[in-house]
């Protein structure tokens, strides 16, 4: 029994012995054939690397593939960088002796197959920078000899599985950038041996797990790009072997620790921005000697910039824009001089803050090899120090937003470098410097908003590289130089509005052939619009209104294909409105108003949508669209058509000739005398009689009263031509009534403007009784005044849908053009002196027009400042609550309007009345948005707004409930717009005169802050 079994043992022994060969070639045979499965996945190989792996060459020597010397088993299969397209097949799970997969930057699509989890002694994969996609399969979870796993950039779907808790030799983890949901887990605390966790730009939420404290050796840890909340864990900054570490991006809340520089003292990335960070800035910071980026964008970070931070002898990145640093006082920059030892310094960020006071010289001492200067949107008063021009590696020099005064120095010509320069928002005055000429790389310049005056240089055309070149409102006059408008570089905006230009538009203005927007308007040029333009095919607005233009529209105009906003108004075109608008498919807003454009009107494309277009103050155009009300083209005989022009009008319109021809008298005497003197009534010509206004309106009945104030009530009315209108009736008992009507007609008489209440007619005779009896007639506005929009009556709260933010928006765009016009625009100034909810009326389309003018002041004395100050002799002018506080000393000016703007925009936004209850003691309106600016301006906003937004999108409640990564961010864009709209308001409505900003600073800005928040609705 014994000697078979002996005999049994080594039969065993010796086949194993037999077939131990066979079996080795069996498996790596198997090797082969899985490396031959990869080649067949491999869609595109530009290089031409799949070529080498054919049987001429044994496998293990083919490009990419590493084997094992004892055994010939596929160890590495390392492809980085090739530019490979395909997917990985199943069958790489039979090399089964893998320890390293590199597949870096490729293209590889498709899922990791769940087969990768039988490579049990793997060690390192790198699938980086590749499309994959799906989930990361669970079956990783048995490489337990797993060091390193990097997938970041990719296309997966879905959580980190929780499977992959196994994998506690992991060393490194790098899933960045790859769409990954959920939370950070907090069993990666686990793995004692990890030193890198990148998990940026995910849409990971919840807190940052306290356990990831435990994580001894981690030197790099960066969760930028995410949804995470709550604050950072106190065991994270005990992590001393830290050097990199970024959360930017989030929603972390909480003050940076003040020995932060102490327990990571080995520092060398520290960056939070765009969260929620408060508190001051640790002067600890500067213990962590080796610190090169301090970036701490975007917080409510408030105190100063720490002065021992000079000691960073490698910081190259030091960017606190938008926080709350500073004191608005004197002093404020001190920490400059210090940074002057920062010689490694490339970027300085300071915009958006609090800081005040001059801009030291010392800021000339700062690192040369600076290149990022911001220092926008602050306090800042006085000149710009000349040895700005040390700086000669500047990039981007940003100073927009201050109160800068003075010229413009010209050794800025020197910083050659400079591809973007923004001064826009600044008192600054003088010549623009020729020497800009210089500055051949430029491609952003921003000057507008200053008092900048001469003409354009002709050097600016040395800038062949300028994309953006705004330099309105100021005071430009002059030609446009053709060396401007030759510039083809120029290919996102090129403003040059609100000055005071002359001559014609060159035709070179032919070579923008990239140009997207082109605005001219409010300038004093003439001639004929320029038929090169049809050549400008990349035009999407074009914006010539308000000059003295004249001539046909050129035909030239309909090869502009993608063109959406033309404004034509305030002109002097004459001819036909060319039927080729009809078939721009891009255009959505047209305005030809006030020209002498004649014929008939098309029923087609844009002229079919009477609220894209605004063809008033053409008196000779005919047809269209029911909307429009213009009459019909007759059809009949020439002659008799001749006749019927000459004869009608004449008979219809001498009433209001005469009314309109003595009130034109009347104004030219007063402008004459520089002095206000009211007519005598018996000068006031009626358009209408008594008898008609009394006829319109029913006799005055109660049904048809819409409104009361002081001076009189206001009836709705039928005219004898069926035309619905508002009858302002005079109650002339009143002391003061017929002065206002005296007033209101002086300045409504010549004012045309689409946010200005129109006036009609007006009636000045006796009623019934023999007393006399004034009124005037206003276009209708259909749906009333903004009073009862913002604060409807208990009867009325049903019947006023609440205003969206768009809405709220365009009303307060609406207003500021208005008085834009009457302060800037007009022959004398005009102060309104009673703006308030219940003077701003709504038409049909929701657009707002100023109305009201009973108390308005023609501002005839001249003056060297802009607010035009006049002083008054009749008592306190306004309503309570706007009425500006120099007024209580009898100066009206156009910055008193201001005030009353900025209230207005408040109470808006708010939704609250400058008189609320709330309001008492030393709160005002004022005050509650100031200090609720900027992180907690959400809190004091009228809300309903953003629902009504939402409403008028047609959101999903599955979009609200799963907000992705691009609603988030959508939404934090749209509460700094609104931090935006806010701060405006808060600087038109301070208590002095010389803090407040002018009208047209208000409408440039609400008008970007509209167009980006468009933008995210798009």
Known sequence: MEHRVLNSKWFVLVHVLWLAPSLESATIEADKLALLDFKNHITQDPPQIMSSWNDSVHFCNWVGVTCSPPNGRVTVLKLESKQ????????IGNLTYLVGINLFQNSFHGQIPEEIGRLQKLQDLNLTYNYLSGKIPTNLSHCTELRSFGASFNDFIGQIPDQLRSLTKLEFIGLGGSNLTGNVPAWIGNFSSLQVLS?????????????????????????????????????????????????????????????????????????GGVNYFTGSIPVSLSNASNLQVLDFAENGLTGTIPENFGSLKDLVRLNFDQNELGSREIGDLKFLSFLANCTSLEVLGLAQNRFGGELPR??????????????????????????????????????????????????????????????????????????????????????????????????LGNCKKLQVLNLSSNNLNGTIPKEVVSLSSLSISLVMSHNSLVGSLPPEVGKLTNLVELDVSYNRLSGEIPSSLDSCISLERLYLGNNSFKGTIPVSLKSLRGLAELDLSCNNLSGKVPQFFSKLLSLRHLNLSYNELDGEISREGIFANASAISIVGNDKLCGGIQKLQLPECSRKN????????????????????????????????????????????NEWQSGLSYLEISNATDNFAEENLIGSGSFGSVYKGTLADGKTAAIKVLKLQQQGALKS????????????????????????????????????????????????????????????????????????IDVASALDYLHNHYDTPIAHCDLKPSNVLLDEDMTAHVGDFGLAKFLFEE??????????????????????????????????????????????????????????????????????????????????????????????????????????????????????VMRIGVMCSAASPRDRVGMKFVVNNLQAIRSKIRMRGE
């Open 199 to 271: 998990l940026a730009r995910n849409n990971l939420h919840g807190s940052i797990p306290n356990e990831l404290g435990q994580l001894s050796g981690l030197g790099l840890f960066t969760l930028y790009g995410n949804f995470i909340s709550g604050i950072i864990p106190s065991s994270i900054y005990n992590i001393s072997s830290i050097y990199y570490f970024s959360v930017t991006q989030n929603q972390l809340h909480g003050q940076l620790p003040a020995d932060v520089g102490l327990t990571l003292p080995n520092l060398k990335i520290f960056a």
């Open 863 to 980: 003056s060297n400042t802009p607010s035009k100050n006049q002083t008054m002799s009749n008592g306190l002018k306004g309503s309570v609550g706007y009425i500006p506080p120099e007024y209580i000393n009898g100066h009206v000016s156009i910055l008193g309007d201001t005030y009353s703007y900025g209230i207005l925009l408040l109470e808006i936004f708010t939704g609250k009345r400058p008189t609320d209850d709330m309001f008492k003691d030393d709160l005002s309106i004022y005050k509650f948005v100031l200090m609720a600016l900027p992180s907690h301006v959400m809190d004091v906003l009228d809300l309903s707004m953003l629902l009504e937004e939402e409403n008028d999108h047609e959101k999903h409640e599955e979009e609200d409930l799963f907000p992705d990564i691009e609603s988030q961010v959508a939404q934090k864009k749209l509460e700094e717009c609104l931090v935006s």
């Open 362 to 459: 010392s800021i000339a001492n700062l690192s040369t090899h600076l290149r990022i200067l911001t220092m926008g949107d602050n306090l800042f008063h006085g000149n710009i120090p000349v040895g700005i021009g040390n700086l000669v590696n500047l990039s981007l020099l940003g100073f927009e937003g201050n109160n800068l005064s003075g010229s413009f120095p010209e050794v800025i010509g020197k910083l050659n470098k400079l591809e973007g320069l923004e001064l826009n928002a600044n008192k600054f005055s003088g010549f623009i410097p020729s020497s800009l000429g210089n500055l051949t790389v430029l491609s952003r310049l921003l000057m507008e908003e200053n008092r900048f005056e001469g003409s354009i240089p002709s050097s």
């Open 84 to 91: 490979l397209v395909g997917s990985i097949p199943a069958s």
């Open 741 to 812: 009507f005296i007033d209101e007609c002086n300045a409504l008489s010549s004012i045309r403007h689409r946010n200005i209440l129109k006036i009609v007619s007006s009636c000045s005779s006796v009623d019934y009784e023999g007393n006399d009896f004034k009124a005037l007639v206003f276009e209708f506005m259909r749906n009333g005044n903004l009073d009862r929009w913002l604060h409807p009556s208990t009867d009325e709260y049903c019947h006023f849908k609440k205003l969206s933010l768009m809405q709220r928006l365009n009303i307060v």
């Open 638 to 681: 020439p002659r008799k058509r001749l006749s019927l022009k000459i004869v009608i009008p004449v008979t219809i319109s001498v009433p209001i000739f005469i009314l309109l021809l003595t009130a034109l008298v009347i104004y030219r005497i007063v402008k004459t005398s520089r002095r206000q003197s009211a007519p005598p009534s």
